[in-house]
């Protein structure tokens, strides 16, 4: 990072003459904590909880960058959830906010959280994110004009402008970085909190971010960021620096008071020795017993070190009654008058619904690759599937060849939309929870917006495939019977999808894909349990076949091409036995199905694996339940 000769940073490559004017007005806020303590659930521990923080104290202010260091393990990115309100579960202590106890639901509507990894809406411009933020997280707040207008000034601000029009994926790292800021900062929240900022990127976007930042600051935003280990330059370019280690506070002031204030404990920094590698050197390893010493000087936390220019010597005062304390602010009183605070988001259900299937929309047809895949894929394993059973559709001297067909069919459309949530939704999670966490939108919403935008393409590429499939088969030329079996396969596509959809929303890409085709293939046994039983098969076996989905389809499958007034099949023998469908039907365990029920049965398994989704991706999202999830698993194991 390039500084001028006096320590400092140079001119702002983004417009430090911008004073976001155009954005909804917030009043400042400050954040203080007092006897802050965190603990987690640890089987190795004999009182069954580890403590990661232990009872520190601060303060945050606006108008100052303020960094919280640590060495690995340290406690900050827990300081850093605590203070923002993503963990909640194990704290202790108190949290206000302008002097006042912190109130939770009216935090998250004044701070926003942005998380290390740039978790950014793929085929979409900049000037599109912006404005679908916009839209969300502003709301009636705003008409659209001054929505725009706002957007253009972040743009221009961020040094945005000029790639408005480019797609999020052809941004550079610090092109990026700068979006995720922007896309927060639309509705203008006061508190910003920042996980590892700085990580992945090269000096110059290093030094681009922390100007970014820097402006933030001074225009009255109360900016918090995590960094694990800052180059010299990059630390004494913050203007507040919180200091932990094993949960403890063993440093909190200005940059530049770090050096003497060590020096007044006996520690003294070599010259030309980076501040920040020291300090972290000093608190670990053989040097860890530093930390008891350092965090009493400190009090842990309650006082904040500030250098005296004049005698170059530290002089540590009250963190909660120095002369910068901020007035306080009854914000709570802005969320009592204001008829659009008064509601848990900016936007009523229908239209975040809108909006977010409009987004959803937008990127999937743009995604002409996968939609080329999925074409393709349909249309070929179509043509194959027809010509493996080319003309068999009325030949009544393959019966079993025929009740074969609908079963493949079944298992096309199973596996095809069983397995693309399952790989694809848990990268989708990732960015579901970022925006969910800042409040742009309600879950129900959101699920309801994903639900219907999968359809129409669902149904597009599932009639393409039938439409090839059933014609090569040799099944008659009707509109009513191609549609009914086209339904029936469509259906067990969007069960299907809602089982993958579970599966997304609690496992990862690896373990999703272990666990879907691992859970539809005894589904799988037990649609096609029976074949050949006729009426003998077994009541237990009945009613277990009851619980998988897949009997439903294939029931329904089958009896569209053979039930319904079918015509006797062509027989080139002087005796074919299933030349009349019903036998075939009666053979295979499925004389007399209820079209209805089957049709009944497939939507209440849509809604009830869509239901389970839900919760799971709701529950998916409480890092407490996750949390309480993994220790208990832990719990099990470890007891085998």
């Not at 303060?59 to 340290?74: D, E, H, N, Q």
């Not at 707040?141 to 052809?170: F, K, N, P, W, Y």
């Not at 080139?572 to 089957?598: E, I, N």
């Amino acid at each position: 990072m390039v500084m001028t000769e006096d320590g400092k940073l140079p001119p702002l490559l983004v417009r430090k003459e911008s004073r976001f004017t155009r954005m909804a007005k917030r009043p400042r806020v400050d954040i203080e904590f007092h006897d802050l303590c965190f603990s987690v659930r640890s089987a190795g521990v004999r009182s069954g909880r580890r403590s990661i923080l232990k009872g520190v104290c601060g303060k945050f202010r606006p108008g100052l960058l303020s960094v919280i260091m640590g060495p690995s393990g340290a406690g900050k990115s827990s300081l850093m959830n605590v203070l923002a309100g993503l963990v909640t579960a194990g704290v202790t202590g108190t949290i206000n906010t302008n002097g006042q106890p912190r109130q939770l639901k009216l935090f998250h509507k004044l701070s926003t959280y942005i998380m290390q990894e740039d978790l950014l809406q793929p085929h979409m411009t900049v000037q599109e994110n912006m404005e679908m933020a916009a839209s969300l997280k502003v709301g009636r707040e705003m008409s659209h004009d001054e929505q725009l207008a706002a957007v253009e000034e972040i743009l221009e601000t961020l040094g945005l402008l000029e790639c408005r029009t480019t797609l999020t994926d052809s941004l550079s790292g610090g092109q990026r970085k700068r979006l995720s800021v922007a896309l927060e900062l639309v509705n203008n929240p006061p508190v910003i909190f920042l996980d590892e900022p700085t990580t992945g990127l090269d000096v110059v976007a290093i030094q681009h971010c922390v100007q970014l930042l820097k402006l933030l600051a001074s225009q009255g935003h109360t900016v918090v960021c995590t960094v694990h280990q800052p180059s010299a330059m990059l630390f004494n370019a913050f203007d507040h620096v919180y200091l932990l280690s094993r949960g403890q506070c063993v440093f909190q002031g200005q940059p530049r008071a770090l050096v003497p204030f060590l020096a007044e404990q006996g520690l003294e920094c070599p010259i030309n020795h980076n501040p920040a590698d020291f300090i972290l050197e000093m608190v670990q390893g053989e040097n860890a017993g530093n930390v008891t010493m350092l965090s009493a000087e400190m009090m842990n936390g309650r006082v904040t070190a500030k250098l005296d220019t004049e005698t170059n010597t530290v002089r540590l005062a009250s963190v909660f009654t120095d002369d910068t304390q901020m007035p306080q602010y009854d914000y709570a009183l802005m969320f009592k008058k204001d008829s659009h605070w008064s509601s848990d988001f900016p936007t009523s259900f229908f239209m975040q619904f809108i909006i977010i299937l409009r987004r959803m929309l937008l990127q999937k047809s743009r995604n002409t690759v996968a939609l080329w895949l999925q074409f393709v894929h349909h249309l070929g394993l179509g043509i194959i599937l027809g010509s493996l059973y080319f003309g068999v559709g009325n030949d009544a001297t393959k019966p079993f060849v025929n009740f074969k067909f609908p079963l493949c069919c079944l298992v096309f459309f199973m596996y095809t939309h069983v397995m693309t949530p399952a790989l694809l939704f848990p990268t989708e999670v990732k960015i579901l929870k970022r925006e969910y966490f800042n409040r742009w939108y309600g879950l129900k919403s959101y699920f309801m917006a994903l639900t219907c935008s999968t359809a129409p393409f669902m149904i597009i590429f599932g009639m393409i495939f039938t439409l090839f499939a059933y014609l090569l088969c040799g099944h008659p030329v009707e509109i009513s019977r191609f549609l009914l079996f086209s339904l029936f396969g469509i259906l067990v596509g969007m069960v299907s999808e809602g089982l993958g959809l579970i599966m997304g929303s609690i496992f990862n890409v690896v373990n999703g894909s272990i666990m879907a085709p691992a859970t539809v293939a005894p589904m799988l046994v037990l649609s096609a349990y029976g074949f050949g039983h006729g009426t003998a098969m077994e009541p237990v076996m009945t009613v277990l076949s009851g619980f998988s989905y897949l009997r439903y389809g294939l029931v329904g499958l089958t009896s569209a091409l053979y039930s319904h007034g079918r015509a006797p099949l062509y027989c080139d023998d002087v005796f074919c036995l299933y030349k009349d469908p019903k036998r075939l039907l009666r053979d295979v365990g499925m004389d007399g199905a209820s079209t209805l029920l089957q049709v009944v049965a497939l939507v209440g398994f849509i809604f009830l694996y869509r239901t389970i989704a839900y919760f799971a991706l709701r529950y998916r999202l409480t890092i407490e339940f996750s949390n309480k999830l993994l220790s208990y698993i832990a719990k099990i194991l470890r007891r085998k």
